[in-house]
């Protein structure tokens, strides 16, 4: 069964830094690796989605890569805002389910 | 404007007492699941629905049931709830198409059970 891992759990930074959100899966055979933003009380948000075949995307200051073969994923975010603080959420999808990390919660101090 | 919607968005019960939990979309998809999200287990999935009258077990089925007679609701039922199903639920709505594969998730709605 996938297993999906996210470090750090929480992670505080001062505003305009640059970070790194990490991702691990243990099982490499996945249709693609989503990102998500979950904001306190809220849905979820979709950010990013990396096809298997692919590398990276981009979305503004959001870039996300995929390396399957050592089952890992990062969310990097650039010059970072107090907008952007909430929880970011990774899932490994497979045919019928979506396997969620646990998330990591970005606290961005002004 | 394309969204999931879901009702209640909060509820406390009593143990035993049946309830459902609405989830209704207007995109049209094929694909729609539940989750739960619980702290330090992040959300897993209760039933997925491929289309109508086609649903399957997710990773923690026990305890709920679903039906899907008709393409935009997908509702969740649980027939005698008990406090290890107090938590924070999650319907979504999956588009697939191509390279692209979105998922759509509603507000969420908060259950205790007492």
């Known amino acids: 069964k996938q297993e999906v891992t996210q470090i750090p759990a929480a992670l505080s930074v001062p505003e305009g830094e640059n970070l790194v959100l990490n991702c691990s899966f243990t099982?490499?055979?996945?249709?693609?690796l989503q990102w998500f933003r979950q904001d306190p009380g809220k849905g979820l948000t979709s950010l990013l989605l990396?096809?298997?075949?692919?590398r990276e995307q981009t979305s503004g200051r959001l870039n996300a890569s995929l390396d399957k073969s050592s089952g890992r994923s990062t969310l990097y975010i650039a010059a970072s805002q107090p907008g952007d603080s909430a929880t970011y959420l990774c899932?490994?999808?497979?045919?019928?389910?979506?396997?969620f990390g646990t998330g990591t919660r970005l606290t961005v101090i002004p | 404007e394309a969204q999931v919607t879901q009702n209640p968005r909060y509820l406390i019960t009593v143990t035993g007492k049946k309830l459902t939990v609405t989830c209704s979309q207007n995109?049209?998809?094929?694909?729609m699941s539940w989750y739960r999200q619980d702290p330090g287990l992040g959300l897993r999935q209760i039933y997925y629905?491929?289309?109508?009258?086609?649903?399957d077990k997710g990773d923690v089925p026990e305890g709920y049931k679903v039906s899907r007679k008709e393409k935009r609701n997908f509702p969740l039922i649980l027939e005698s709830p008990s406090p290890n199903q107090t938590s924070l639920y999650f319907c979504?709505?999956?588009?697939?198409?191509?390279?692209?594969?979105?998922?759509?998730f509603g507000p969420g709605t908060r259950l205790t059970v007492l």
């Open positions: 099982d490499s055979a996945i249709y693609n």
């Open positions: 629905s491929m289309n109508v009258e086609v649903t």
């Open positions: 995109m049209n998809h094929e694909y």
């Open positions: 899932a490994a999808t497979g045919a019928n389910n979506l396997f």
């Open positions: 979504a709505s999956r588009r697939t198409s191509g390279t692209t594969d979105t998922q759509y």
């Open positions: 990396i096809q298997s075949s692919q």
